[in-house]
């Protein structure tokens, strides 16, 4: 199971870009990366994968280094709604095993 | 559509009852999964299910059951309860190609064993 690095907290101004970091060094050529979100008491929400290229959806954007080693999610104008805990995962195979993520703050 | 459901949503257990817990999906999902969140703390992987009628451990199995007789639905069994067990159970599913889709979860049942 690839590794991911996460910084513990975050915080962002809110209208500004929130920027997550993610090291995943151990990655392997196949192993995609994940993104969900938690919101206080909420199930887990997907947010967004990627393999090699960047990515974009409705919620944010994927950032992957050429080399896969680690990778950005980008929420492009952050609101108060944003605030909640970001899991980055690399699953090796056909399940998700959590760590402790980055608890993103926005603030007011 | 309703997703992936989870009943009860609440629970308390008195030390050495037992529960069953029930997750339904109804988006024909091959994958399901269930985790439990301690207060504080990440989603560990309970037991997950590839498709109907298999189940496999994940990282903290013991004292849990669980069977998928049925394609929609993975239920989560609690034989003897213990007060460490008190936790937010989520259920998970997931299409069963997790390469282009991520899973979609359950709101969670809140479980107390006193």
């Known amino acids: 199971d690839a590794k991911t690095t996460q910084p513990t907290s975050m915080d962002c101004a809110e209208g500004r870009a929130a920027n997550l970091p993610c090291n995943h060094s151990?990655?392997?050529?196949?192993?995609?990366v994940y993104w969900y979100r938690q919101i206080h008491s909420q199930g887990p929400q997907y947010i967004i994968h990627g393999l090699k290229n960047n990515e974009t959806n409705e919620m944010a954007s994927l950032i992957i280094t050429e080399d896969r080693k680690s990778s950005t999610l980008i929420l492009p104008h952050a609101t108060l709604r944003d605030t909640a805990v970001y899991y980055c995962?690399?699953?090796?195979?056909?399940?998700?095993?959590f760590g402790k993520g980055t608890r993103l703050h926005i603030l007011p | 559509n309703a997703g992936v459901t989870q009943t009860p949503k609440f629970r308390v257990l008195k030390t050495g009852q037992s529960m069953t817990l029930l997750c339904a999906q109804d988006m024909n999902h091959e994958y399901m999964y269930w985790y439990r969140q301690d207060p504080g703390m990440g989603l560990r992987l309970i037991h997950y299910s590839v498709g109907e009628g298999t189940t496999a451990k994940g990282e903290v199995p013991d004292g849990y059951n669980v069977s998928r007789l049925k394609k929609q639905n993975f239920l989560l069994g609690l034989e003897s309860a213990a007060p460490s067990q008190t936790s937010v159970y989520f259920c998970a599913s997931n299409m069963g190609d997790t390469t282009n889709y991520g899973y979609t979860f359950g709101s969670g049942t809140r479980l107390t064993v006193v």
């Open positions: 151990t990655i392997s050529g196949n192993e995609y």
């Open positions: 995962i690399a699953p090796p195979d056909d399940k998700i095993i």
